[in-house]
């Protein structure tokens, strides 16, 4: 089978001008600039600096410890969603997931059309 990036006997793919970027980079750049992990990073980190001792140390603290707890949770989300997976093989269990869902939507409707407008 062949990987992202390659044709179909295994020799490398000519990026040509205009053609996006590989998708490790695009997703490198989304979150680079994505506003949300600096405004939290600017909110929590420095609370914990010693604006006294060497900040390098600090820094690197703090980001390995980022970075471990992030990939422990990263790894739950992976195991999780790969017994779900699992699950969802299952004829019956698809089976009982439309049926628990479509259950929800249809109480959904219904509570949405018992509202009244104001006049």
Same mark, same amino acid.
């Given at each position: 089978?062949?990987? %992202?990036?390659?044709?179909?006997?295994?020799?490398?793919?000519?990026?040509?001008?205009?053609?996006?970027?590989?998708?490790? %980079?695009?997703?490198?750049?989304?979150?680079?600039?994505?506003?949300?992990?600096?405004?939290?990073?600017?909110?929590?980190?420095?609370?914990?600096?010693?604006?006294?001792?060497?900040?390098?140390?600090?820094?690197?603290?703090?980001?390995?410890?980022?970075?471990?707890?992030?990939?422990?949770?990263?790894?739950?989300?992976?195991?999780?969603?790969?017994?779900?997976?699992?699950?969802?093989?299952?004829?019956?269990?698809?089976?009982?997931?439309?049926?628990?869902?479509?259950?929800?939507?249809? %109480?959904?409707?219904?509570?949405?059309?018992?509202?009244?407008?104001?006049?």
């Amino acid at each position: 089978m062949a990987r %992202a990036g390659q044709a179909a006997g295994g020799r490398r793919r000519r990026r040509h001008p205009g053609h996006p970027a590989p998708a490790g %980079a695009a997703r490198l750049g989304i979150n680079a600039v994505n506003p949300k992990g600096t405004v939290f990073l600017l909110a929590v980190v420095p609370q914990f600096l010693d604006l006294h001792a060497p900040l390098g140390l600090q820094y690197l603290v703090i980001g390995a410890t980022l970075g471990f707890t992030d990939l422990v949770v990263m790894a739950g989300y992976t195991v999780l969603a790969a017994r779900v997976l699992a699950a969802l093989k299952s004829e019956s269990h698809i089976k009982l997931l439309n049926r628990v869902f479509g259950t929800l939507f249809v %109480a959904a409707g219904l509570l949405l059309a018992s509202f009244k407008r104001a006049a």
